[in-house]
């Protein structure tokens, strides 16, 4: 069965950095287009970020344009969120997201504070 799985979540303070990961079984990875979400506390869940099957093709949401980056691994069955220059206001679960199976990970939180 499809399994997702992320880490590299944690505590950082504003300004920094943090690499998540989602780690991808039971499916062929490279035929699903992936995205990354996540989820305040009181919030909807929004999408964060989406890459194509071979990562020729990135999107992301106008709040995170410019410091965060989606790639992925199809040899490694990996998809990766460079978090950079990290806000109070990314503070988050962080959802992978297998778009051609319609399945989530367990999410991996973020705090951005000092």
């Known amino acids: 069965q499809v399994q997702l799985v992320e880490s590299g979540g944690g505590l950082v303070q504003p300004g920094g950095s943090l690499r998540l990961s989602c780690a991808a079984s039971?499916?062929?990875?490279?035929?699903?287009?992936m995205r990354w979400y996540r989820q305040a506390p009181g919030k909807e869940r929004e999408l964060v970020a989406s890459?194509?099957?071979?990562?020729?093709?990135?999107n992301y949401a106008d709040s995170v344009k410019g410091r965060f980056t989606i790639s992925r691994d199809n040899a490694k069955n990996t998809m990766y969120l460079q978090m950079d220059s990290l806000k109070p206001e990314d503070t988050a679960v962080y959802y992978c997201?297998?778009?051609?199976?319609?399945?989530w990970g367990q999410g991996t939180q973020v705090t951005v504070s000092s």
């Open positions: 890459i194509s099957t071979f990562g020729s093709s990135t």
């Open positions: 997201y297998a778009a051609s199976f319609d399945s």
């Open positions: 039971g499916f062929t990875f490279s035929r699903s287009a």
